[in-house]
Nanobody, 120 residues
Framework: QVQLVESGGGLVQAGGSLRLSCAAS????????MGWYRQATGKQRELVAR???????GYADSVKGRFAISRENAKNAVYLQMNSLKPEDTAVYYC??????????????WGQGTQVTVSS
């Protein structure tokens, strides 16, 4: 099995910064994409940022220029640096990783979620 453990959420004032971390452990052969989703109260889960195995990245329009995703393959970890935070960034943030399993089937695993609250 694979487990993802997140850390780094919390309460911050608007304009502040937070860094989220997520580390995968367990039966891991090969990790493809990693990333972060978020879900605000009463809203659907949305993709915030992703990073592929080749290092290419993608961001939601709402966070471009403010958030930066990175990964550390040796630690099976993904990070999300969040700067210039706004109250509308308040949400539970979930990391995910796509892991290649047997027969070249890709499986997605999720972290437990970490709360980010931005006060105005």
């Amino acid at each position: 099995q694979v487990q993802l453990v997140e850390s780094g959420g919390g309460l911050v004032q608007a304009g502040g910064s937070l860094r989220l971390s997520c580390a995968a452990s367990g039966n891991i052969f090969s990790i493809n994409a990693m990333g972060w989703y978020r879900q605000a109260t009463g809203k659907q889960r949305e993709l915030v940022a992703r990073i592929n195995s080749d290092g290419s990245t993608g961001y939601a329009d709402s966070v471009k220029g403010r958030f930066a995703i990175s990964r550390e393959n040796a630690k099976n970890a993904v990070y999300l640096q969040m700067n210039s935070l706004k109250p509308e960034d308040t949400a539970v943030y979930y990391c995910y990783t796509n892991i290649l399993g047997g027969r070249n089937i890709e499986y997605r695993y999720w972290g437990q979620g970490t709360q980010v609250t931005v006060s105005s």
